[in-house]
């Protein structure tokens, strides 16, 4: 069959490179693709937020199925669209999306579906709000209603923070996803997330994974899109994980269909774990990054048939084989990230990685350039590998960081730590 995926990270090569390993795969496109993307599959320029084009696309390329990876395009309405035009997609609707693309929309279903999570108000003034923050008291945590790329997330240890927050988001620094806000309740815990697959009515788990979102070792300095991760999570094993599914997740999914917006595709469940109790964080609507890639790593090849059967509607008769292995990712970033940071200096040694079922080397944020592969992101490779424990793992990974030579970038050297050292 002739797959397009649309995207241009790091989770979309993870993506190609699982569905590549598939026979049932004949030809694969990618839109818009990276460097790495281009040395195993077909890179195509497309307006991917635009449905009709990419439905276009899709037909002109005789496309027997489209993987959507961004929430961008779903939030778009990307997948209606295909399947309007009869092309079988692997993602939720629009209004399924709203899951991720709104707080207040996934607040309203928590409660109507009875999952656990954390206390909540929605606000569409700052006056009411900052009242509502007064009494609460801190810590407190203050979200802009829509999507913020990652952005829009305040957890505010102090009264001063949690109000200036409220200034910013109806000040318009988020533009429209702020003109709402949700102030919750801050959750204590352990974080991790579990990816389920759903196709309206079976909800089938593909793994667990934990990322670092800080900057540096040791988990300081700055929020980023993700440092690194690896899965299993230890933490979202056993009855958190059983728990997770029956309180949360199954129930969210059912009332999703109640509404007569049944989802479909990937869900990315956030979790925050106390005492081995579940709690929602977050959904999103698609694979994280770099989450994926540890997750691709892991399932290989079969990733495909999965997402096919997830399409299809037919989870019910589909089946996991699961490895006892275990995969981390390692993000190599551009100096500077996540602030401001240059692009365009090359990076070595990536002809001599080694690439097989334990070793791959993701690109992120990359273009090719005068025969070289030069950074062309914040967050640029995705060095990735398995082993049978999580130490080969990163072991592993750490060895192959150690073969590029790049200059202009840097990367954490504790992805694991909770886990190995903790
Ligand atoms: P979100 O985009 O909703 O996942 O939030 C981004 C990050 O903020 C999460 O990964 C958590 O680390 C943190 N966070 C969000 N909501 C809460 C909460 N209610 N309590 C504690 N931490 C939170
Ligand atoms: N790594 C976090 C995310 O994809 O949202």
Known sequence: MNILILGGGGREHALAWAAMQNPKCDRLIVAPGNAGVAEIAECASLNIEDGSAVADFASANSIDFVIIGPEAPLAAGVADDLRASGILCFGPSKAAA????????TKEVCDAAGAPTAAWARFDAAGPAKD?????GVPIVVKADGLAAGKG???????AEALAAIDEMFGGTFGEAGAEVVIEEFMQGEEASYFVLCDGETVLPIGTAQDHKRVGDGDTGPNTGGMGAYSPAPILEGAVAERALEEIVKPTMAEMARRGTPYQGVLYVGLMIEDGAPRLVEYNVRFGDPECQVLMMRLGAQALDLMLACAEGRLGETQVNWADDHAMTVVMAANGYPGSYEKGSVIGGLDAMPEDSAHMVFHAGTAERDG????????????TARGSDLAEARERAYAMIDGIDWP?????RDIGWRSLDG
Do not use: D
């Not at 997330?153 to 009264?159: D, G, L, P, Y």
């Open 153 to 159: 997330v305040i957890v505010a240890m102090t009264e």
């Open 408 to 412: 202009g970038g840097f990367f954490r």
């Open 372 to 383: 070289k592969v030069v950074a062309n992101g914040g967050r640029v490779l995705n060095v």
């Open 98 to 105: 709203e899951l991720e693309a709104s707080k207040r929309f």
């Open 132 to 136: 509502y923050i007064r009494s609460q």
